[in-house]
């Protein structure tokens, strides 16, 4: 029995709970009836269990925390943040990168893993499209706080006006806009148009007209016939194949962000493809956060097997491995180089005042996940979990090293400054985390947590080889 | 006054159902070959078999160009023309930084056109269709295949259920379409 029901689907998967080596990507016991039945019914179900309702409450606490800040901002201003001159990129920098490498790791488990005829994704792209749309919604908040005057953000737009400005195009910054605005809107289509056969499938599982009609309005009409199909694979093929490259170059952009600027520490090359490594990393943690309690509050045991883990555990290191590539190759080409103010940040960053947060990093970002080579552990849940919270921690420290240990340390001493985040850039961040928590469990309270109609495609697959 | 009453509509479809996705295509198949009507297949997962070429792949490409293309028009034209700004000694036509603008707004048209191009070749937003009165086809997206045949008169109604029948059609639903 699920924290959610008993259903006899549900009951069925009882043997299976604890991941294993030896699992399928789907049991064979599941048919394309019992795992329609199994992932509909909780979006279905009227009454949602107290841990529902009280994680919603908590994280809708956050939420009105944010509100608080983000309202006390519109009206004090960005002095009330802890940045200053010289440290001008504080909290709001750090959580954007933050949060959109978190988005971004969504997307390659979605689409670039699509373009491979990977199996295991059907189970899982769901929930990482999800984790997607809100890490991004989370990101794209930051640097709209960040303008000083956020409500005329529109100005970033270029369109013809009284003043006779334009934007500067020429400034990573202005890219940014372009390729977040792109990213959000891109995820949110794909998110959408890759939900439409299972909306279709909730419309006609429904029983009360009301949910028929919301399942129905969403689904826009679809109804499986042979005709809507190819179409629908052709442009969902499409979408895939734009969506690997533009998640690839949101990333690169945001690492141009810091190496367009000639700040000690930022002016490097190897900046987009470190950044996007970190997005690997980062993305695939938080799949498996997800995942985990999903997987057991919703009763998917069935198909987010040991096998998932185990794959979902290999990726994690291998981004681990990549970033800690990118590290070494940070290390090394300061004291390959001839800047001595380079040096001395360096230096600084490993054994200065806030060294702890540098040897943070690397304890998260690159020892702990080296605990996934023992299959032991990419099996472990509770050890998953763990490993995945660190990396995720560990992330952040990493943009919290770039951002103001690069900025307090200029190449003149005389310029040199401090940064102490305020409570107001506390309750921003941890709001944001509230908004991103509400939002998923607002997604898997309405919509199916897993894709159906890919699932449909695994399991008559599977049983044909069996046959 | 007297009305008078409606004469009955006769039934010009059917709807047979099936287990299987194998059975549902032998019967399309069969149907097909005996020209009896117009027949389609309701599936709840897309049908086996390589995509048939289409037209969404070049015209999404096409879009696309000319989204990155305004893109790096617009830019340029801003850059420029309208508002030459003189940043750290640059030409005002530097196109390498346009490119990131001219990419990202290339993808965005590209999806944009996939999922109007797409949405309308599958039938989005066509909320209501003469096969929403068949009760079979709300099994369609669950686990049921359903093969709708519309034929033009009687007879080829019969050689049709006969054809679904020997099929293994599990169920026969007439329906006016």
Redesign the interface.
Known sequence: MTLLGTGSAIEASADHRKPRASDPIVFPAQ???SM?STICAPPLQRNWPLWWKLSLAGALLFVLILAVAIGWLFYAGIGIWGISWPVVWGFAIINYVWWIAIASGGTFISALFYLAEVEWRGALNRIAETITIFAAACAAIYPILHLGRPWLFYWLF?YPNVM???????S?L??DF??I??YV??SI??WH?GL??DL??M???ADAPRTRRFY?ALA????????????????????AA??A??VI?VHS?VG?DFAGAATLGWHSTQFPPFFVFGALLSGFAMVMLVAVPVRRLLGLEDFITGRHFDILGKLLLTSSLCLSYAYLMEAFTTFYGPDAAAKRLFIDKVAGELAPIYWTTILFNVLAPQAMWRRSVRLNETLVVLISLLVIVGMWCERYVIVVMSLRRTHLPSAWGDYTPTVWDWMTLFGTIGLFIAGLLVAIRLLPTVSM?EM??VI?RHARRHR | MKFEAEAPIAPNGLAATFLSEDASLVALANLNAAAVGHARLFSPLPPPGPPKPSRLPAFALLIGLLGAAGAFGLQSYANVVAYPLDIGGRPPFSWPSFIPIAFEAGILAVVLATVVGAGALCGFMRYCDSVDEIRALRDTTIDRWVVVVRAPDSDALARSRSILERCGARAIEEAEL
Do not use: C, H
């Open positions: 048919t394309i009836s329609t270029p006779g400005v334009w934007p500067q195009f020429r990573p202005l890219w372009a390729a605005l792109t809107i891109s289509l794909f148009f439409v056969p279709a499938t419309r006609d599982k129905g826009l009409g679809f109804r499986g016939s042979e005709n809507a199909w190819r179409y629908y694979s052709i442009g969902y093929g499409l979408l734009v969506m490259p533009l170059s952009i141009l109609f449909r495609e008559l």
